[in-house]
């Protein structure tokens, strides 16, 4: 290997060494200092999910538009309480789910109407930005962070349970069905367990054989969260009603980034 492989070598280990390191540090930080004692209620946003969100999941954008402060109000309530380390595993959890669903919510209503909420990559005006999962329009406490930082280095790294790939919804068809009403830490194992069984049972966004399987690019995207502990088809085995071979053919399909309305 010759010196200039090597230095390129030097500086791609320390790039990634570096970005791991900023993820926990990021992830300490908003848990250090301004956390709040007392869990928040989330009654509030329960109600609002109640009202414009079917049972199917689909959203209401245009009735949702009405109750925009109210829903503002809710996510002020989140920025100015930040979970502590005191709260439960389930209080933390949830809150983050709630977080990243509300956050979401908020950032389609302020565009709304579009598309999809890739097409609100065109209109960020902000310097290296150029989806709406990279703006840092999310207070929490006293730091600034993004959809991506809430899903990568705060839910996935954090708490590494692989069913909140089905409780996070980046409002898309292909995304999860949104829950309507907020995740609570008394209910959320029963939730995420009826969230896995919606989603990986539902014809729409996964075809399911003995032998032959069509499923969600989430899948593949995350495999590596749900292929901890066990193979890919034991993981969807808990929770579809159709037993897949463990020598099942796998494919993957199309993702449709179409709103979820």
């Given at each position: 290997m010759n010196f200039s492989s090597v230095l390129l070598l030097f500086f791609v280990c320390n790039f990634f060494i570096s970005c791991s390191s900023q993820s926990q540090s990021r992830s300490e930080e908003l848990y250090s200092g301004h956390a709040t004692k007392t869990p928040v209620s989330h009654q509030a946003y329960s109600e609002l999910l109640q009202k414009y969100v079917s049972?199917?999941?689909k959203v209401n954008y245009k009735e949702f538009l009405k109750d925009s402060v109210a829903l503002n109000q809710y996510l002020q309530t989140l920025s100015n309480n930040p979970p502590a380390e005191t709260w439960s595993r389930a209080e933390q959890l949830a809150y983050w789910i709630n977080a990243y669903?509300?956050?979401?919510?908020q950032l389609i209503l302020r565009n709304y109407p579009l598309k999809s909420i890739k097409d609100i990559g065109s209109k960020i005006k902000i310097p290296f930005v150029n989806t709406p999962w990279d703006e840092k329009f999310i207070r929490i406490g006293q730091s600034r962070i993004d959809l991506n930082e809430?899903?990568?280095?705060?839910?996935?790294?954090?708490?590494?349970?692989?069913r909140i790939?089905?409780?996070?919804?980046?409002?898309?068809?292909?995304?999860?069905?949104?829950?309507n009403r907020a995740y609570t830490a008394s209910d959320l194992n029963q939730q995420l367990n009826k969230q896995a069984h919606l989603f990986i049972n539902d014809p729409s966004r996964n075809k399911i054989k003995p032998n032959q399987i069509q499923i969600s690019k989430i899948f593949s995207w995350f495999k590596g969260d749900f292929t901890k502990k066990e193979s890919l088809i034991g993981f969807l085995n808990k929770y579809s009603?159709?037993?897949?071979?463990?020598?099942?053919?796998?494919?993957t399909l199309d993702y449709n980034w179409n709103l979820n309305e």
């Open positions: 049972t199917q999941g669903n509300g956050f979401t919510l809430i899903e990568h280095s705060i839910l996935r790294q954090k708490f590494n349970e692989p790939h089905f409780a996070i919804v980046c409002a898309s068809v292909s995304c999860p069905p949104l829950l009603r159709v037993k897949i071979n463990p020598d099942a053919q796998v494919s």
